[in-house]
């Protein structure tokens, strides 16, 4: 029987963190006529100047490097990015700037620019191999969105892992219009994992990103088949880790309930015991301090975001940020 996994007693340099986190419309300041920015100019609906934008940048930093104080984040995923110059000054600007971070990012087709992207430390996390998916439907073949963002690399030390950073269609029109679209997302990724499995059965392999429905939908349980975490793991099955905390209430997006759009999904060797590289136990959690929500009038708190139409509320973003903790296991 494999067995799931346990508590390891460890220091700051056998473990990374690894976080998604859509951060909600960072653009810049500068008209890019290839896109729809035009909300986020100077001139636009937001009043979009640069005072607004380096408040974007400082309270992005904010909010990733208070996941861990002492070990920032080796690894971050994000939605909602316009283009590599906002993550190059996120990067060199901000507060982040000590920590050396790195980038792989590409423009996406989609028409309002938005992107996905992943900064990391390279000290912690060595890419050796990253591509980009372009997605077509095949049944309404004029659509586009966002691409997904594939990585493999080595993160502590030897091990290898392959990341997929997800920014799924949303449910604007409705969910039963749009749902067609997610369930073909959730297919297709589950084909990439099956490829990397017929390749490797105990390859490491972490899904993350907005997926613009929850885990118990019909596109992760049949179109992913992203399981839930039991006492029996299996290395080439996926398991959704974001099941339980869902099920218990919690969310990464409030609209007239809690959502848990940001998922993190895992194949079952980080799951083991005794894999060199496995998740620290119930490591998956929502980053959540008072200082990133505000309260409405019935008293429920909710992120306070950046703004909303025509109105700017100078918050950080619509979500919430997810992460997860990978271990060295030394013992092997």
Same mark, same amino acid.
């Given at each position: ?12 340099? *056998?473990? %990374? +963190? ?7 419309? $960072?653009?810049?300041?500068?008209? &890019?006529?290839? !896109? &729809? =920015? ?33 070990? /920032? /984040? ?24 000590? #920590? ?14 938005? &992107?996905?992207?992943? !900064?990391?430390?390279?000290?912690? #996390? ?6 980009? #998916?372009?997605?077509?439907? /095949? ?15 080595? +993160? ?32 297709? $990724?589950?084909?990439? %994992?099956? @490829?990397?499995?017929?390749? =490797? /059965? ?7 990103? =907005? ?5 118990? *939908? ?5 179109? $992913? ?5 039991? =006492?029996?793991?299996?290395? %080439?099955?996926?398991?959704? !880790? @974001? ?8 969310? @990464? ?32 959690? !929502? ?30 973003? &619509? ?7 990978? +271990? ?5």
């Amino acid at each position: 029987m494999l067995t799931a996994c346990k508590q390891f007693n460890t220091t700051v340099t *056998d473990t %990374a +963190i690894l976080v998604f986190y859509n951060v909600e419309n $960072l653009f810049d300041t500068i008209d &890019d006529p290839s !896109i &729809d =920015d035009a909300e986020f100019l100077p001139q636009g609906t937001q009043q979009w100047d640069t005072d607004k934008y380096f408040r974007k940048l400082k309270n992005m930093s904010d909010v990733l490097l208070s996941i861990d104080t002492l070990n /920032p /984040p080796a690894l971050i995923g994000m939605a909602e990015v316009e283009n590599r110059s906002v993550l190059e000054e996120l990067i060199s600007v901000s507060n982040l700037k000590r #920590y050396n971070y790195q980038i792989i990012h590409k423009n996406s087709p989609d028409l309002r620019g938005i &992107d996905v992207a992943l !900064i990391y430390r390279p000290e912690i #996390y060595k890419p050796e191999t990253s591509k980009w #998916y372009s997605i077509q439907f /095949p049944f309404d073949t004029s659509y586009k969105t966002r691409d997904i963002l594939y990585s493999k690399g080595q +993160i502590l030390g030897d091990e290898t892992i392959h990341i997929f950073i997800n920014h799924w269609t949303s449910r604007y029109g409705g969910e039963e219009v749009t749902q067609a679209k997610r369930m073909y997302l959730g297919a297709l $990724l589950k084909a990439k %994992a099956d @490829s990397i499995f017929k390749l =490797d /059965p105990t390859a490491k392999i972490i899904m993350m990103g =907005d997926l613009n429905d929850n885990p118990t *939908d019909a596109s992760l349980t049949e179109g $992913l088949k992203a399981m839930a975490v039991s =006492d029996t793991i299996q290395p %080439a099955f996926l398991y959704n !880790i @974001s099941l339980q905390k869902f099920q218990e209430g919690e969310g @990464s997006l409030f609209y007239r309930s809690w959502d848990m759009f940001d998922q993190i999904i895992v194949s079952g060797n980080l799951l083991l015991e005794n894999s060199p590289v496995t998740l620290e136990k119930n490591s998956f959690q !929502i980053h959540k301090p008072e200082w990133v929500l505000f309260y409405d009038n019935n008293g429920v708190g909710r992120p306070n975001r950046t703004a909303s139409g025509s109105r700017y509320y100078g918050g950080y973003s &619509d979500h919430l940020p997810v992460y997860l903790t990978l +271990i060295k296991n030394n013992s092997n």
